[in-house]
């Protein structure tokens, strides 16, 4: 699965915490690469114990608790704590695959990374390059958002961040274990759910069919989560 989530943060709200970070104290953004991705990444990033990325992740943890699309298309069991990396000219990330389990570094918790998200922290018309370029069975989509959309996508993905050459490209980033492994399974999941909220919406929660559908989700649920 692949989608983009317009508005996980009002894009002023967005654009402030991007202006807000970029005084913080940056450090080498390989503090969480793979061996083999640290070959490729350069770019800075925020100590994950630091004041800044604290408060921000607060911020960033509420807004994505509240999004409907976010959670049903992830149906998240764990979120890794939220991070945040910044790019400037002659930065960029090389074709890499994000590692298959992550550990918590305040709790020592594994986690499975199934889905990565980026989501971005600064207006695309105030830098060139930093395009996140993500392959798989869907092809090859580039992506630079509006500050406050995230972008959803397989773990499994080979990606990369084309170079800066102008300006900063302020992001943050995470991992989802989803509480359902199997891609096709969430995906049909959350096509499912859509459907199920649209005839809400136009029936109302009591309709036979929408309590039929909601039955079915439900119990699929129950087969293939974890």
């Not at 069991?77 to 305040?106: E, K, Q, S």
């Not at 079915?216 to 989560?225: K, P, T």
Request: hydrophobic share 40%.
């Amino acid at each position: 699965m692949l989608i983009a989530i317009p508005d996980v943060l009002p894009p002023h709200e967005a654009v402030e915490l991007g202006h807000a970070l970029s005084t913080a104290d940056w450090v080498d953004g390989n503090a969480t690469s793979g061996p083999g991705a640290a070959l490729a990444k350069h770019n800075r990033q925020l100590p994950e114990a630091g004041a800044a990325a604290r408060q921000a992740r607060v911020l960033v943890q509420r807004a994505l608790a509240q999004n409907g699309l976010f959670l049903s298309a992830a149906l998240p069991h764990a979120i890794y704590p939220p991070l945040f990396n910044r790019y400037g000219p002659g930065d960029g990330f090389g074709d890499h695959v994000d590692n298959a389990i992550r550990v918590d570094p305040a709790t020592g918790q594994q986690m499975r990374t199934d889905l990565s998200a980026t989501l971005f922290l600064t207006d695309p018309d105030c830098y060139d390059g930093g395009d996140l370029v993500v392959q798989g069975a869907f092809g090859q989509a580039s992506y630079k958002l509006p500050a406050g959309h995230m972008l959803l996508y397989p773990s499994s993905s080979l990606h990369h961040v084309t170079g800066v050459t102008r300006g900063e490209r302020i992001s943050c980033f995470f991992w989802v274990q989803s509480m359902v492994r199997d891609t096709q399974a969430r995906e049909m999941l959350f096509d499912l759910d859509q459907s199920i909220q649209h005839l809400t919406a136009d029936r109302g929660a009591g309709d036979a069919e929408v309590l039929r559908l909601t039955q079915l989700y439900h119990n699929l649920i129950r087969r293939w989560a974890l």
